[in-house]
């Protein structure tokens, strides 16, 4: 068996009560993923895996076959918001790839993020990283509670995490139906620099002017 030919490797072969635990625990795992899960963990851990680790890295198996399984890397997500962030025109909200990426950007607010200046950006950035990465461990949390509450029906939660509501900005969303126009009408204005131009857009949003 693959969990027996585990403990063997790890010198705990006659750990039989502790066996039988994990074989309970993993037996959801479909067995060509746990074979190669344990094969991977012999090759990098030197100590015996427990549960959440054996979990861990079936979860990082299938997401390498398949990217739809998996949570994007901060890299990954940071250049989607970036390429939403130039391609999406003013007042309108993006889709974003996966629920995770979302959820981050509408928690720091999509307007906020719109309007914000380049010089503020790493800062920005950092902010969004550490929403990004909370709402990936909310996911897995999420995604764990639905398999053991009702594993019957949610045998697919264990190994394809994924949040399951994403929270919607707190108060209420602005929507700027003039800022189309106005970013066109002061982009063409001579003289003034990016961040002047912004400046200027903010200020006409936030008086209510064309």
Known sequence: MIITALFANF???DNNQRMAIYIKLLRDIPVDVLEKACEKLMLENRFLPVPAEIVEASRSLIGT??????????????D???????STPWGHTPEFSTPEIAAAVFNFGWN???????????????Q????????????????????????????????????????QPKGKVMFFPNAVD?????????????AERIAELKRRLSDGQK
């Open 11 to 13: 010198g705990q072969q």
């Open 65 to 78: 076959v398949d990217a739809k399984a998996r949570f994007k890397s901060w890299d990954e997500a940071w």
């Open 80 to 86: 989607e918001i970036e390429r939403k962030m130039q």
């Open 112 to 126: 906020t993020l719109q309007q914000s200046l380049a010089s503020d950006m790493p800062t920005i950035r950092a």
């Open 128 to 167: 969004i990283k550490k929403m990004y990465e909370s709402v990936c461990e909310r996911a897995k949390e999420q995604s764990n509670n639905k398999y053991i509450l009702d594993r019957g029906n949610n045998k697919d939660s264990l190994l394809y995490p994924r949040l399951q509501q994403i929270e």
């Open 182 to 194: 106005a970013h066109r009408e002061i982009s063409q204005m001579p003289g003034l620099s990016q």
